[in-house]
C-alpha cells in the first residue's frame, strides 16, 4: 500500500510563499506521476502540478504557471511545491496524488491520495 502525507500548510498574507512537502512511502515511485491538486471550499477539484518521476517533466496549470515549482527529492522519496507570490485565490486544500499513469493521474484518476493540506492566503 502506499502512503502519502502532505505538510506545509499553513496562513499567510498575499505575496507571500510557502513549500508543501509529500513524503512518500510504500514503494518505489521511480516510474510513477506525482502531481499536486487543490480544491476550494464550493469549488471542484483543481489540477495543479505534476512531473513524472522517471524523466523529470514538469507541469503546471495556467493559474500557477509561472509562481509555483514542483520538485523531488529523490532520496527522500519526497515532493514538494514550492508556492511564491500567493493570492487570495491560492487559498484551499491541497493534496497529493500518484499513480502510474501519468494522463490519469494529471485527470486526478491515479491510484492514491494523500489527506491533504490547508493553505490560507489571506489579503
Known amino acids: 500500500q502506499v502512503q502519502l502525507v502532505e505538510s506545509g500548510g499553513g496562513l499567510v498574507q498575499a505575496g507571500g510563499s510557502l513549500r508543501l512537502s509529500c513524503a512518500a512511502s510504500g514503494r518505489t515511485f521511480s516510474s510513477y506521476t506525482m502531481a499536486w491538486f487543490r480544491r476550494a471550499p464550493g469549488k471542484e477539484r483543481e489540477f495543479v502540478a505534476a512531473?513524472?518521476?522517471?524523466?523529470?517533466?514538469?507541469y503546471y496549470s495556467d493559474s500557477v504557471k509561472g509562481r509555483f515549482t514542483i520538485s523531488r527529492d529523490n532520496a527522500k522519496n519526497t515532493v514538494y511545491l514550492q508556492m511564491n507570490s500567493l493570492k487570495p485565490e491560492d487559498t484551499a486544500a491541497y493534496y497529493c496524488h500518484t499513480g502510474l499513469s501519468a494522463a490519469a493521474v494529471v485527470r486526478g484518476r491515479g491510484a492514491f491520495w494523500g489527506q491533504g493540506t490547508q493553505v490560507t492566503v489571506s489579503s
Open positions: 512531473f513524472t518521476w522517471s524523466s523529470g517533466n514538469t
